[in-house]
């Protein structure tokens, strides 16, 4: 969030109609270059429509208005064929379901020399050399033998591993990760995490990781951003949003969780559901569901703005910082752990 | 007390095929597994994908037949698959899948689904019968004028609700949950398991909670078996079983649980691949991956026996009394 540096990407009042029904209200969003920035909150906040916007990958009923700059290069209003060299070369996105996003008919090794091909111009015995680097850099054993097989010879975290390797072919300065470990059994989903926070030290590249696992977000993002119904509610780095949340919902998501050690207690829920984007409630659109909400909650949209440590706020009843609640304090000592 | 539903000895073996001309191959998805419920019980069942927790749960039902092993329901034993005595019985036992839309048809309404136990096995009167759709309804928190609804306009946690309203319609005395909570957002997770906690506790129904999310089994069971291709390797009150794990497995498993706020340092990420049932490893089949694997792990499977006052486990270094350095 320093403005020294010219960011990577930058988002600027990014906003999405579906059919007239607004989904996204004005994302500002910057990240820098080698940054980690996770972005979390329930489904339908629009997580992962702020990035297929970003990258023109929605459907043409869509309507997407702002700005999407890469490195001093206007997105929104580039060509195809610009933004088919960005795609994949200089921004990658893997998915949450990797045996969908792969070729069940084409050999794992030839997908991943086409996307080499395409973004890097290598054929022959040199894309075929690179591409079995990249499958030992993610973690295949046996390349040689593996680099003929299909997808469904491969297992789900496998399969993820190949993804991963086919978004890292173009070199690219972002990988978009989108819910990349919610499909994949728990010890897979440890060794996901530990293969993506490897690969960026590594390369260098900046990582977008969205999930709505808080916990998979603090393994390898710096930063996070808390989406609520189409809005950033919450921004700051991890330690700060992890020990001190200041938003109600970001409160809320940490509460929710339920906890492995300690005594049985009840779960402490989030009331109601996220709103459905055509019946946006009035003002705050938490406040159907915030406990702190006040009348001024219920008519007045609240703007994210910049607090004194630097993090960002969206919320006028913000959750006291220096709270005496055992829930803080619990959150609090397992950040110390 | 006896157990409310009792298993002894499970086998399930199905029979796999990886080309039109290849010889069937057996995979053993259950393998001599025991496992007891006492009414009112929660028994938590964690593992990775093919570790056979499914499976074992519509063998509990009587749905998946044992190919060798029995099932004992309030002390007598299963009837055939789709008897009569099989049918009736079903009332007293519920599935609760993890996908609610699947679960549910379609094109009837939530309140003709969850009456449709009571018009199956024919409980109390026409007007009994809405009262008590009512009164489920109000239980998992669907508001009245959600009745007529169609699932699909309701939304996931609502869904899931319609579902346990069903399952608990006929008055069960042993529910089982297939993975109920895992495509819910964590919100919305919270919100049912609580509700299923009273419910449980209210009802006094007995449940077996299947789940890859430690977590959330610790928060609703009382016992908890982590089983591993088929069998259980460990079991133990679910109060100490995550903070004190014996099993290399089970410590594996708990230590991959993402804590929000810890760094990935430090925790023990466990190599390979989730096994495949189809290739079961000689010996200990977690030895490929265990990382204290011995000579004895390759050769001889290891029993399940006590290793402590309510704890049992399957591994040879605990059973020699080589206690697993923690």
């Known amino acids: 969030m320093s403005t020294q540096t010219p960011n990577l990407v930058e988002l600027r009042d990014l906003k999405v109609a579906f059919d007239g029904v607004q989904v996204l209200h004005g994302i500002n969003l910057d990240v820098a270059h080698g940054d980690a920035l996770g972005l979390v909150g329930e489904s339908g906040c629009g997580k992962s429509v702020t990035w297929l916007a970003a990258l023109g990958l929605l459907p043409g009923k869509a309507s997407v208005t702002g700005s999407v700059r890469l490195g001093g290069m206007e997105l929104s209003t580039a060509p195809r064929p610009v933004l088919e060299k960005v795609r994949g070369k200089r921004i990658a996105m893997i998915f949450q379901d990797p045996s969908s996003s792969l070729n069940p008919v084409l050999r794992i090794g030839r997908q991943i020399t086409e996307a080499l091909a395409i973004h890097r111009g ?8 690179e591409a079995l680097r990249l499958m030992d850099m993610v973690g295949i054993p046996d390349p040689r033998r593996r680099f003929d097989q299909y997808s469904h010879e491969f297992s789900g975290g496998q399969c993820q591993r190949l993804m991963i390797a086919i978004a890292l072919a173009g070199e690219p300065d972002l990988l978009i990760a989108d819910e990349p470990t919610t499909a994949l059994d728990a010890t897979i989903q440890a ?36 989406m609520y119904a189409g809005r950033i509610v919450e921004q700051g780095t991890v330690d700060q949003l992890f020990s001190e949340p200041r938003h109600p919902y970001t409160r809320g998501l940490f509460d929710a969780i339920p906890r492995l050690h300690g005594t049985r207690e009840r779960l402490i829920p989030i009331p109601g559901t996220v709103p459905n984007p055509r019946e946006l409630p009035r003002g705050c659109a938490f406040s159907p569901r915030c406990p702190k909400a006040s009348n001024f909650c219920h008519t007045n949209s609240p703007r994210l703005l910049l607090q004194p440590d630097g993090s960002s706020l969206a919320c006028v009843h913000p959750v006291e910082v220096a709270g005496t609640g055992a829930g803080k304090a619990r959150i609090f000592e397992e950040v110390m752990q | 007390m006896i157990p409310l539903i009792e298993a002894r000895g499970l086998v399930r073996i199905y029979e796999i ?3 039109p001309f290849s010889r069937p191959q057996p995979v053993r998805a259950v393998d001599d597994l025991s496992l007891s419920v006492m009414p009112g019980e929660t028994v938590g069942i964690v593992g990775e994908s093919g570790s056979g927790k499914s499976t074992l749960g519509r063998m509990l039902l009587g749905i998946d037949r044992a190919q060798a092993g029995e099932v004992i329901f309030d002390g007598r034993q299963m009837p055939p698959l789709h008897s ?58 669907l508001r009245p004028d959600q009745a007529g609804r169609y699932p699909h306009e309701l939304s996931g946690g609502q869904r899931q609700r319609a579902v346990i309203a069903r399952a608990l319609a006929a008055r ?91 760094r990935l340092q ?45 704890r049992t486990a399957a591994c040879h270094l605990l059973a020699n009394d080589l206690a697993v350095a923690a």
């Not at chain 2, 007007?127 to 998992?140: C, D, I, P, S, T």
């Not at chain 2, 495949?276 to 265990?290: L, V, W």
Request: hydrophobic residues 40%; aromatic residues 4%.
């Open chain 2, 17 to 19: 095929r990886k080309g």
């Open chain 2, 172 to 262: 069960p005395s042993l529910l089982i949950c297939d993975e109920p909570v895992s495509a819910l957002d964590v919100s919305i997770q919270a919100q049912v398991v609580n509700m299923l906690r009273d419910l449980q506790e209210q009802n006094g129904i007995a449940m077996v909670f299947i789940s890859h999310d430690l977590k959330v089994v610790r928060n609703i069971a009382d016992r908890v078996a982590v089983m591993y291709l088929g069998k259980i390797v460990e079991e133990g009150s679910s109060d100490t079983i995550f903070q004190f794990p014996r099993h290399p497995y089970t410590k594996a498993l708990v230590s991959s649980v993402p804590v929000p706020g810890k």
């Open chain 2, 266 to 310: 430090g925790r023990v990420i466990l190599q390979g691949e989730p096994p495949n049932p189809a290739a079961r490893p000689s010996g200990c089949a977690f030895h490929p991956r265990c990382p204290l694997a011995t000579d004895i792990c390759r050769t001889r499977t290891p029993e399940l026996r006590r290793i402590e006052t309510g």
């Open chain 1, 122 to 129: 290598l054929t022959g015995e040199a894309a075929r050399a």
């Open chain 1, 191 to 226: 060794q996901i995490l530990d293969l993506l926070a490897e690969l960026k030290r590594e390369t260098g590249m900046a990582l977008v990781f969205i999930s709505h696992d808080l916990g998979a977000v603090s393994q390898v993002c710096e930063s996070v951003c808390v």
């Open chain 2, 84 to 141: 009569q005595q099989w049918r009736a019985l079903r009332a007293k036992m519920q599935l609760v899948y993890q996908d609610p839309l699947a679960a549910l048809d379609r094109r009837l309404t939530i309140s003709a689904q969850i009456g449709e136990p009571l018009d199956i096995h024919g409980i109390g009167s026409k007007e009994e019968r809405k009262e008590r759709v009512r009164e489920l309804m109000g239980a998992v928190g």
